[in-house]
């Protein structure tokens, strides 16, 4: 057990008091004003519209693969699972494909009205898992 002691400001001169204060707050007669900070440099895009958007690289999409073979989930919004992905992007053929694809999708901002509509919030599984109002699914993997 600690040993009792009074609190330090009883203990401590008024004057001190105030010139302990004083010191950790000084009260500024002059007003202080900030330095000036330089903006961040502009980075400049060669030749690139506000409009122009950028296609989808081979590194952007392996990434997204990586992303989706790591993940042992339910299908998301477009009801294909992440590891039929994974398998159809295996095949070396199909990557240009599906990259002009998503790029084209990007630019002409066209998705599945699933995708855009999708629900959020989760959902009764079926079965005998309706009766526990605990086991729900995501929305968009249902059917």
Do not use: Y
Not at 71 to 82: E, L, S, V
Not at 106 to 116: D, K, T, Y
């Amino acid at each position: 057990m600690r040993p009792w002691a009074p609190p330090l400001t009883r203990c401590l001169q008024p004057e001190l008091l105030e010139r302990v204060v004083g010191s950790l707050f000084p009260t500024r007669v002059v007003e202080h004003t900030p330095p000036q900070m330089a903006p961040p440099p502009a980075l400049e895009a060669p030749n690139v519209d506000d409009d122009d958007v950028p296609e989808v690289t081979g590194v952007e999409l392996r990434v997204a693969v990586l992303r989706l073979k790591a993940k042992n989930t339910a299908p998301g919004p477009d009801g294909i699972p992440g590891r039929a992905w994974v398998l159809a992007l295996v095949d070396e053929a199909l990557e240009p494909w599906l990259r002009g694809f998503f790029s084209a999708c990007l630019e002409r901002g066209q998705f599945s009205e699933i995708v855009e509509d999708g629900e959020t919030g989760p959902h009764p599984k079926g079965g005998a898992a309706r009766r526990d109002s605990t086991v729900r699914l995501p929305a968009h993997s249902v059917a």
